[in-house]
């Protein structure tokens, strides 16, 4: 039986660092990524190091129909094992109705698509965030009404009717498309267990990558949270990509569902303040 994983973002950041540890665990490994040369400069960097067949797939996870055809390739090459989906943008990378297709509606595609390959033994993490952890409001019941249907044709009208204009801030946008993967992951691995397959979110801190850079320096309260996380320290994308790695491997058979949040204690120190 040949083993197919999937890693979209995988041209840089934790999208790489997820790509790094699958390639040890399937024989094939898809890499995703929307930027053609970033993917293929990945295949180029991981071939070198041997283990899994590595090929290199340009592709936008907002384009159902090429999830489509992405779902017809791992078929053609074998059973699917594990899939690590970092694709994703942050509040400084667009506005937010990009900043929600791309990182719930995405997440929701890419899903649907792979849902019919899933099998015992199948397992995927999706990227979520701390982002909506930190929020001190509760959420709006109406919002959280809207983000469990991320693919409902109207979802951009009924999540601005549900949020207002606020939701017009692509930080708040980012924290509610988050929010969603959140409540997405739960809602999967209740579709998924019946086939014994698995389904978990991973939540990063504030991690030492270039969009974690760029993030850091629109926004100065990031340094203020570093230095308040017990580790007095950002992550790094192979930190994360460990424990997506430990997700998804069999020692991991009976984790399902859940958040993994990775993001040295920040959140720990943020609630036991006094």
Not at 104 to 127: D, E, K, N, S, Y
Not at 134 to 148: E, Q, R, T, Y
Request: glycine share 10%; with cysteine.
């Amino acid at each position: 039986m040949t083993t197919v994983g999937i890693a979209t973002g995988a041209g840089r950041g934790m999208g790489y660092a997820c790509a790094q540890r699958l390639a040890e665990m399937v024989d094939v490994l898809l890499l995703v990524d929307r930027d053609a040369a970033a993917a293929a400069a990945a295949r180029e960097q991981l071939a070198e190091n041997g283990g899994a067949t590595v090929e290199a797939v340009e592709l936008d996870v907002t384009d159902a129909e090429g999830l489509a055809r992405l779902a017809e390739r791992v078929d053609r090459h074998g059973t699917l094992r594990a899939v690590a989906h970092a694709a994703g943008i942050s509040p400084t990378m667009a506005d937010w109705r990009r900043i929600f297709t791309v990182d719930l509606i995405g997440t929701a595609l890419l899903a649907q698509a792979l849902r019919p390959l899933a099998v015992t033994g199948t397992a995927m993490v999706c990227f979520a965030s701390m982002a909506p952890l930190l929020d001190p409001v509760a959420p709006d019941p109406a919002g959280l009404a809207v983000v469990d249907d991320p693919l409902d044709e109207k979802f951009l009208e009924r999540i601005y009717d549900a949020l207002g204009p606020a939701v017009e801030d692509p930080g708040l946008a980012y924290s509610w498309a988050k929010r969603g993967v959140h409540r997405f992951v739960a809602h999967e691995a209740v579709r998924l267990g019946p086939v014994g397959a698995r389904i978990c979110s991973v939540s990063p801190g504030i991690i030492d990558t270039p969009q974690g850079r760029q993030e850091a320096d629109n926004h100065p309260s990031m340094a203020a949270l570093v230095q308040r996380t017990p580790l007095r320290r950002r992550g790094s994308a192979d930190e994360v990509a460990a424990a997506v790695a430990f997700a998804l491997s069999d020692q991991a058979s009976f984790l399902n569902g859940i958040d993994l949040l990775v993001d040295g204690g920040a959140m720990a120190a943020v609630r036991t303040a006094g």
